[in-house]
């Protein structure tokens, strides 16, 4: 998520801690980030899969109410369903492409807020080398110091949504209802003040 994302006033003004202050950079803690998502299969069920490798952060303000410098970067390779032969199939290029893509990217652009401790975010998704609108909808959970361990602020969020895969060229299982072209993506996710 590279570039600017604001964050939400009412958002940060419920959790923000009165001491804190300025630009501070924050990294998402890879032992507390969940990347996932949904695709029907054959219309029986919704599978849930995971990719199991990922990095990011932003710079976030506290009294400024301001994000920064967001970005998501994804390891196509590390996808996981729980299920080896749809796991290898799923890298091959019918779908992610993992060896001439390894990488899945967000870059967040624009925000409005969508209700309490609640923003919507405009961004760009990168998948199979194709650049996409995406918008998140996201809530902050909660902005305060970490209880224990780093003890360090931290922020934890949790973000939703969903995006047509033949808008990225990956059209393999549409025609025929094998695979569902909608993806419901799932992101949660800590992310640590350095």
Not at 25 to 46: C, K, N, Q, W
Not at 70 to 75: A, G, H, N, Q
Not at 137 to 154: F, G
């Amino acid at each position: 998520m590279i570039s600017r994302f604001g964050l939400i006033g009412a958002l940060l003004c419920a959790f923000a801690n009165p001491a804190a202050a300025a630009m501070g950079r924050y990294v998402i803690d890879p032992e507390h980030f969940t990347i996932a998502f949904m695709a029907s299969h054959l219309g029986y069920e919704r599978t849930l899969g995971q990719f199991l490798k990922g990095t990011g952060g932003f710079e976030l303000d506290d009294e400024a109410e301001t994000l920064a410098n967001i970005r998501v970067e994804i390891d196509a390779d590390s996808v996981f369903t729980n299920h080896a032969e749809r796991d290898r199939h799923l890298r091959s290029a019918d779908f992610l492409a993992a060896r001439e893509f390894p990488k899945i990217t967000f870059t967040g652009t624009s925000f409005e807020k969508s209700g309490i401790n609640r923003v919507r975010i405009t961004g760009e998704l990168t998948l199979l080398g194709r650049k996409r609108p995406l918008v998140l909808e996201a809530t902050l959970n909660k902005l305060a110091n970490y209880p224990i361990d780093h003890r360090r602020r931290t922020v934890g969020v949790s973000a939703r949504a969903k995006l047509k895969r033949s808008d990225f060229g990956m059209t393999y299982g549409t025609d025929n209802g094998l695979v569902g072209d909608e993806i419901e993506l799932i992101f949660e996710f800590e992310a640590n003040l350095r």
